[in-house]
Structure formats: structure tokens, C-alpha cells
């Protein structure tokens, strides 16, 4: 048959316990509540960090984005679909986080192959990249022209050595981009922001961070790597601590009007929905003044980690992101699927999301639990990791 490769890939995935299907989320989402199949369970596989999705004030905004603006852009932003929710969100967006210019994607994967991409045209173009960046970080640098480097996680010395070899052989002059996240997705460590915006303009290069996991959480008002310092490029999503949807870049007037007129993503794609950008305003004046959001994840992240049994091996964190490694995928499975009897909706992540045999679970602890629910889900993960 075609593609025959198809069913051998399928039945590959299941062999190695690393088989993926969608479970459908039954009702609207109700702080940490998730519905599968009629059951009810307490979510802690969310990324709605603050339990701003669902806000009476930000769906009374989108309905008033919709009302004033419609729900489509309808075409792409350099045809007519910037409407003025754009323009305005985009302002409060560079305000917030001290920065020229700001452009919207539809999400954080465009954004990020948009980037990589358009600073990735020539050969010329060196990319030095964090081993556990995201797959479109990856996707976006080997996809160009540009020379990719791989710097050993939070190495900032293994960083240091491979800017200064490839200064040394190099002939001409190189364009420089060094790129992180603010956060790591998958084990919630942080990059040493200053640390690498420090070594960046030592070597002339430019700091990119994907901050998707640390905007809104990270920083006293939700300005995630941008507290800590100047980050020439940000990239990040606005459908996880914001509550809505899309996702932004932040950076120079010069680098903006470049990316207006070469990025193929931003160029052809159709432009976010304006209603979503006029609840996404209301989402971000939330977080600016709302600290109690941010001041809860930290003391309910204190105690999951007090409550935890010495034989479970935690990633130390300062984010909403816990990992617990397994190791094993169908341990892993198992003990997610062991939780689940229990009432907690814990996905377990496997490769290649993740290294081999270091299959874990994803605890995201969010403004929207309670003390009980910590309590609860550290006595039911102390029981099934034995």
C-alpha cells in the first residue's frame, strides 16, 4: 500500500509504550477541573499557570473584542486584517515588557520557525542553541541556512567555548544568536538569564529567549526573563499563564520592519483573532497587578515539595513546572494511570518529548488549586511511586 510506513511507525509507538491518542475535555474549563469521559478530575497537566482562563473579566473583554472588532481577522495582517485590538495590544505589550517593537503570531511554533527562519537566510548566520529547547526552536534553526551549535544545558561555559572556536575559524564576519527558554517546559529549571545576557553582549551577539513558561509567572509584574534583563529577542505564547491565545515576538524597530517584509509565517498567515487581542489586553492588566497569583504557585510549590517521600526524585524548580522522573515509559504510564483512579488528571511524558529513560510526570501546580489539592496529589504520588 502508499505510505506503508504509516501502520509500521503506528505500531512502533505502541511496542515502546510511547503511543499517543487525544482525550476530549467535555466542559468548559473550570479552574482546575477537567471532565474526560464524564469522570472529574483535579488537572495538574495544565498550563493555565495564574487560572486566568475562564475569567469573567477577560470573556466579558472578548465578547466586547468581537462585538467592536469580529471574531476573524480575516486576512492577513499586510492586507487588512491589523485591526486596531492588535495595534493596542501590541502597545500595552511593549510597555509591559519595556520593549520597542512587538508582533503577534498565531502561535508560539509560527512565531519561533518565523525567527529562526528570517535570521537563518545566510550561511553567515551562527545559532547557538540550549540542548532542552523546544522542538520549534530546533524545527525553525535546522530548517535555515544558518550553522547551528548545540551548548550542553545551562552550560554557560560549554556556551562560551563554542562562540569563542567559531570566532577563531571564522573568516567573516558572523550573525550571532544565542537561544534558550526563560523556562524549561519539560523539567521547569530556569536559563541564567544574566548570565547569558551578559556573555551575549561580550560577543556581540543577540539573546533570543522563549519565554512561553515564563511570562506572567516569572518577575514582579509577569515580565518572565525581561525582569532579570534587557533580552534582545522574546518570543512568547499567550495561550498558557495569559489565559487566551497566540503568541508574541518582541524586539528592534530594524528587526521588526525586517520581519514585516521576509517572514514567509507572518506574511502569509492569516492575522490572530482581534477578539482574542482585545481579552488578551484585559488578560496582561490581570497579571501586572495581581501578584497574588504568582505569590500562591511559589507557597503551594513549597509544599508539594515539603509533602513528597525522599524516594521520589523531584527537579528542583522555581517555576510552576515539578518533574518527577520515572524513568521507564509504561512505569510511567502506570503510575499516571494509578492517579487517575484517584481523581488526578497527571500526564505522563515520554520520549521523544523528552530523553530517553527519563520518562516523567508533569506536575503544574497554578493559582487555581488549594492546599488540599497539593496535600491530596503528594500522598497519592508517594503511594504509587514505591
Known amino acids: 500500500m502508499n505510505f506503508d510506513f504509516i501502520r509500521r511507525d503506528i505500531n512502533a509507538q505502541k511496542a515502546k509504550s510511547q503511543y499517543r491518542q487525544l482525550v476530549c475535555n467535555s466542559a468548559a474549563s473550570k479552574g482546575k477541573e477537567i471532565v474526560i469521559n464524564g469522570k472529574n478530575y483535579v488537572n495538574f497537566s495544565s498550563n493555565d499557570y495564574l487560572g486566568l482562563n475562564n475569567h469573567l473579566e477577560i470573556n466579558k473583554a472578548l465578547q466586547e473584542g468581537a462585538d467592536k472588532f469580529g471574531v476573524c481577522a480575516s486576512s492577513s495582517s499586510l492586507v487588512t486584517g491589523y485591526h486596531y485590538a492588535h495595534q493596542a495590544l501590541e502597545d500595552d505589550i511593549c510597555q509591559w515588557l519595556n520593549k520597542p517593537k512587538c508582533l503577534l503570531f498565531s502561535s508560539g511554533f509560527s512565531a519561533n520557525l518565523a525567527l529562526f527562519q528570517a535570521l537563518g537566510k545566510s550561511e553567515q548566520s551562527h545559532f547557538y542553541l540550549d540542548k532542552l529547547s523546544h522542538a520549534s526552536m530546533i524545527d525553525g534553526a535546522y530548517h535555515s541556512k544558518a550553522i547551528v551549535k548545540r551548548f550542553q544545558h545551562n552550560n554557560i561555559e560549554h556556551l562560551t567555548e563554542l562562540l569563542n572556536r567559531s570566532g577563531k575559524y571564522s573568516t567573516g564576519f558572523s550573525n550571532k544568536l544565542v537561544a534558550s527558554e526563560g523556562v524549561f517546559s519539560m523539567d521547569g529549571c530556569q536559563a541564567k538569564v544574566v548570565e547569558l545576557a551578559q556573555l551575549a553582549k561580550s560577543e556581540q551577539a543577540w539573546l533570543y529567549l522563549d519565554d512561553a513558561h515564563s511570562i506572567g509567572v516569572i518577575g514582579k509584574e509577569g515580565q518572565g526573563s525581561n525582569y532579570f534583563a534587557d533580552i534582545d529577542i522574546t518570543m512568547a505564547t499567550m495561550g498558557k499563564a495569559i489565559g487566551t491565545s497566540g503568541a508574541f515576538l518582541t524586539c528592534s524597530e530594524e528587526l521588526y520592519e525586517y520581519l514585516v517584509n521576509f517572514s514567509r509565517h507572518y506574511i502569509y498567515s492569516t492575522a490572530i483573532s482581534p477578539a482574542i487581542a482585545w481579552a488578551t489586553k484585559k488578560s496582561i492588566e490581570l497579571i501586572k497587578k ?51 483512579k484517584q481523581g488526578i488528571w497527571l500526564t505522563a511524558i515520554r520520549p521523544p518529548t523528552v530523553a530517553n529513560n527519563s520518562s516523567r510526570l508533569r506536575v503544574t501546580i497554578c493559582a487555581s488549586h488549594n492546599d488540599k489539592d497539593i496535600r491530596c496529589l503528594a500522598e497519592c504520588i508517594n503511594k504509587a511511586i514505591t
Do not use: M, P, Y
Open 290 to 340: 495581581e501578584h497574588w497569583r504568582r505569590e500562591k504557585i511559589c507557597e503551594l510549590s513549597v509544599l508539594f515539595t515539603k509533602l513528597l517521600a525522599e524516594n521520589v526524585e523531584l527537579v528542583t524548580t522555581e517555576s510552576s513546572i515539578h518533574a518527577i522522573i520515572i524513568g521507564d515509559e509504561k512505569k510511567a504510564l502506570n503510575v499516571s494511570e494509578q492517579l487517575k
